[in-house]
Structures are given as structure tokens and as C-alpha cells.
């Protein structure tokens, strides 16, 4: 019917092969659209996410930008709304920049609707705004290979933050837009501080967890904890994917004891298939604190439910 495969943060549920169209090759790029910011920054504080947004443009050429995280950290969910983020294709990877620093970066994308009418491009990965060099991709890859799952990696600094002043979207769109957001500073350090009062939020002992050694790790391949068979069955047959962001509560023995379901764009079977499979399979080594104590932390992930590789 279909296989699972790993990549990187989520784990992605595949059903059957997709064709994807590739665009003209002989077609002239077009400028792109620059927008100006027509709100303020609106920061919302949710139980399990911190939530960032602003308003770019005017009348059709409007677009909202969403952005959600979902613990500490520098990665992020990224969704376009409006007439300018419109595709008509339905998957494939969507160009997307952090400038003027950084490098382009290609994101898996789920075109949908907000609220059932506006366009919208979901970026369907976590996203930071600094691509992973090759060597730490490499370490990261050496790291699963010799069955080493807790894997860290480098963090996006502060400054690098400040330097961001637009963000670019490229294909899938029919028309490149930019976003000016001017510097992206103070708009990250208001995220940060949301996602660091969400720990308390949970239960976590917030200035234990500061001195964590060693987070959750688990000690089985994630991309196992999911499988083909976990599709939804009516949902597989009705052609309905989804995304699942999801949060396990791990005690200080290692064992995950409730999973919370953050962010969800379908059903409910999609989340229930998660939870339900997620607590039945996965297996951790717990957090240790500064002592080298084990202690209760909690560990994220998310399942792409799709049809295609």
C-alpha cells in the first residue's frame, strides 16, 4: 500500500506516488511582488503554541504570514495566506529565503484553504531561518547511522535573527513575493520568550530544564513509530492528507505518559492514529539534569499523512 520514510524532525506517512509537473523551463521569470507591512506583529499565546503573524499588502495582493512554534528553540511552521500565495499545484517544494543573508532553502508545501476560501501554502516542514550546512547535515546523518537519535544541532543566534529584513517566496507561486518585514529582532525574542513560558505551562521545572545535559532521546529509529498501515483508512481512501504536530510528556524513567496533539490541518482519525501509535511504540532514554539526574521533559514531533514519496 505504501511506505514510511524519516525526514529529519517529522515523520512522514507515504500511500501511493504522485506526479508532480515540472514548471516551463522556457518561461520568463517575473519580478517579484514586495509588499509592505499593513499591520502590526500580532503574538498569540496558545496552551502548546506561540503563534506570530502580520499582514503584508493591500487588496488582492494582501498576504498573511503565520508563523508557529511549538517549544524553545529556532525552528518553526510557516504558512502563507492570500490571492498572491496561490498555486495550482498540489505539492512538490515551495523557494523560500531569509534575506538578505541567508540562503534559499526548498520546503515541502501543502497548498489549502483559510477559512474554506483564501489561498494559502503550508509549509508542511519546520523551517529555520538559516539553512543546515552540509557538514552538520553530514554529523546528523552519521549520527542516525550509528543509531544515535538525540542528535543536537546548532542554534540560530540572535544576531542572525536582527539581520533578517525580508522574506522571499518563490515557486510554487506563479509570482515571486517579498515580504519587507524590516528587522526580524524584536518580533524573535517576543517568540522565544512565549515558547520559553510554555514550558512552565507543562509542568516542566523550568530553571531545571535549563541545565538539561541531555534532552529526551529516543532509542529507536521515530521514523518506525509511524507506518504505512497507520494511514487512516477512510481518510487514505477519500485522498485526505494531513499534517499532526504532536508533544509527548516523558517521565524521569523515560516512558512517554500523554501525548498532545499541538497542531492538526485534518480529521480527527489522523490524530488519533498518531497518539495511538506514538504511545504504543516509542521508546526514550530521559532528560538528564545538571547533575546528571534523569527528570521529566517532554519531546516533539509531526506527521506528514501524504500520497506521494
Known sequence: MGRVTYRRSSVVAA???????????????????????SSKWLLNYADDSCRLARQFGEGDDKVMLVMDRFEPGDGMRMSFFGKPARTSRMDGDAKIRFGPDQAEQE?????????????????RSEVRIAPRSEAENAAYDAARNAGDFGFRWSMVTPVEEAAVTWI???SPVSRPFVLETGSMGNAFAALSKCTDELLDH???????????????????????????????????????????????NVDASGKPTACHIQQTTRAK???????????????FKPALDADGKPMASYWLSSVNFHMGL
Request: net charge neutral.
Open 202 to 248: 507543562w509542568g516542566i521545572d523550568v530553571a531545571r530544564h535549563a541545565t538539561m545535559t541531555r534532552p529526551v532521546t529516543p532509542i529507536s529509529d521515530p521514523g518506525q513509530w509511524i507506518r504505512s498501515g497507520d494511514y487512516p483508512q477512510e481518510m487514505l481512501w477519500q485522498g485526505q492528507r494531513a499534517l499532526v504536530q504532536f508533544r509527548l
Open 15 to 37: 500511500a501511493m506516488l504522485s506526479l508532480l509537473t515540472a514548471p516551463n523551463a522556457g518561461a520568463k521569470p517575473k519580478e517579484p511582488l514586495h509588499l509592505q507591512p
Open 107 to 123: 520546503i515541502g508545501f501543502y497548498p489549502g484553504r483559510g477559512d474554506g476560501k483564501t489561498p494559502a501554502l503550508v509549509l
Open 168 to 170: 522571499e517566496v518563490g
Open 269 to 283: 482519525e489522523f490524530d488519533d492514529a498518531v497518539c495511538k501509535s506514538i504511545m504504543r511504540r516509542a521508546e
